[in-house]
């Protein structure tokens, strides 16, 4: 649909807008602060996503509009996603706050560069040609790699931010080449007209073939796909916790959004190619990522080989190539980010300056030390394991659901067995919550706002189930402008 004459493209893109400058404002006005009043600097941040949550809220309809020159688009899909990127930043910076400023670590630059970030993620979202969605990934990607060794005095949180952009910077090269050979065997860098182009191209085109494969590699790199995951564990146990929640949770969501507008949106004409290749990604991530996880006794390094688990779970749906199954990855994905900020939040609840909760010894007793710590916990990993009624079981079912029906009923039988046995890593959470003795530790204590914005993420997972229909729905309807 083409841009109506009296909307302004800068309109369109004004959350975009607010957010890139008011990280450049948070960036000037920090340098002006005291260490007392760096509060400031997170209430600008946080301000900024709340305004960029309404100006995403109040500009949502059923439309599709590309505005400068084709390169940008606003759809249902791009507004869903970037609100719950908004909402994912949000509660990561609220999880933030207290354990940064306990450490010496409470400055500015953690929200510029979460912001900025955000910001990338945005540009991929709403990304309609391959130059947008490079310069969004590039935005991302390079905040990253700075938020991971955000604690310079770590050598573990270096070596870990030196590990991730030698490999990032690999497959954004590998990314980019693809790119550039499906420009030239399409001789268009927008989504829409490449998808025209390669419908009057022969499928087993060399090009296009070699081009898919490089694509492919890149975006299963910045998903955490086997064998494309090396970077994941490292990062995850590396960086701080609060940067771990922030890489953990909105850029996967941002990941599922670089993944439609390119397999499907510009390469959907290629889907023969790409399912077979997604289905060895699904099932490698999701076996190795579940067996590995189980000789884990770090719960960050335990949590990042579930992560790989459930990226394998994600792309199930993706390589349906169905309406049905694209909704179902996006639930799943949205799904995720929850469980995902609920559970690091609690491993930074747990944490203390001086001690930091990431063994799963930690996690002994806690049941008798703090119940209502261990039931948010119980909670969530009991969604991850896929235990009804979560939305975790939800999120699985569909995915599982969009494979019976494009009749790949193995893949569905080998996706449950994983399920299963992911569901030992997480249900051993509880066992060593509730039933071994507690174990010496300081108290839970946190800040009012911590504990009720932890308290609402982790009861949402059973709070949301008289609406997970309508939130069905809402990804299926968001997905339809694009599949």
């Known amino acids: ?106 400055r500015g630059e953690y929200y510029v560069l979460g912001l900025l970030g955000t910001c990338g993620m945005m540009v991929m979202v709403s990304a309609s040609s391959f130059l947008t969605l490079y310069l969004g990934l590039e935005l991302l990607s390079l905040n990253l790699y700075a938020l991971v060794a955000f604690n310079r005095d770590s050598p573990l949180s270096t070596e870990a931010a030196m590990k991730y ?47 898919l494969v490089f694509v492919v590699v890149g975006l299963a790199f910045k998903v955490g796909a086997v064998p494309f995951h090396m970077w994941i564990p490292d990062v995850y146990h590396g960086a701080p916790t609060p940067v771990v929640v922030y890489i953990g949770t909105a850029p996967k969501i941002a990941a599922f959004a670089m993944i439609m507008r390119l397999l499907v949106g510009g390469l959907g004409g290629l889907s023969v190619s790409w399912q077979g290749m997604l289905i060895i990604l699904a099932v490698l991530s999701m076996g190795l990522g579940n067996l590995v996880a189980i000789a884990q006794t770090n719960i960050k390094r335990m949590l990042a080989y579930s992560t790989i688990s459930h990226m394998g779970f994600f792309l199930l749906g993706i390589l349906s190539a169905t ?45 008798q030390r703090s119940p209502w ?5 119980l909670l969530l990993m009991f969604s991850m394991a896929g235990v009804p009624p979560t939305l975790g079981f939800y999120a699985k079912l569909l995915v599982i659901q ?28 509880v ?53």
């Not at 607010?18 to 920090?30: I, R, W």
């Not at 990855?329 to 939040?345: D, E, N, P, Q, T």
Request: net charge negative; with cysteine; proline share 3%.
């Open 373 to 377: 710590a261990a039931l948010l916990m």
């Open 165 to 211: 952009f030698v490999l990032g910077a690999i497959a954004s090269g590998m990314l980019l080449f693809g790119l550039s050979m499906l420009y030239g065997a399409t001789g268009s860098l927008e989504m829409g007209a490449v998808h025209a182009a390669i419908a009057k191209l022969t499928p087993n085109h060399i090009v296009l073939v070699f081009g």
């Open 1 to 106: 649909m083409s841009m109506p004459t009296h909307v302004s493209p800068f309109a369109i893109a004004a959350p975009e807008i607010l957010v890139f400058s008011m990280a450049c404002v948070v960036l000037v006005v920090d340098l002006f602060l005291s260490d007392r009043s760096r509060f400031i600097s997170y209430l600008l941040a946080q301000l900024t996503l709340v305004g960029a949550f309404v100006l995403t809220l109040s500009g949502m309809s059923d439309a599709s509009v590309h505005v400068f020159h084709g390169m940008f688009v606003r759809d249902p899909m791009a507004d869903v996603l970037k609100l719950a990127i908004f909402a994912a930043v949000f509660i990561a910076f609220v999880y933030s706050r207290e354990y940064l400023g306990e450490r010496g670590l409470f």
């Open 402 to 429: 969009s494979l019976v029906q494009q009749g790949l009923i193995w893949l569905a039988i080998v996706s449950v067995l994983m399920a299963v046995i992911g569901a030992y890593y997480y249900l051993r959470i």
């Open 323 to 367: 309406k049905n199954g694209y909704g179902s990855s996006m639930f799943y994905v949205l799904v995720y980010a929850l469980m995902s900020l609920g559970a690091f939040g609690v491993v930074i609840l747990l944490s203390r300056q001086g001690f930091e909760s990431d063994r799963l010894e930690d996690f002994r007793g806690l049941g």
């Open 431 to 483: 066992k060593l919550m509730y039933f071994d003795e507690p174990v010496a530790a300081p108290a839970v204590e946190a800040h009012s706002d911590m504990r009720a914005v932890l308290s609402l993420n982790a009861i949402a997972v059973i709070a949301l189930i008289p609406w997970v229909g309508s939130l069905i729905d809402l990804c299926r309807e968001a997905i339809r402008a694009i599949s």
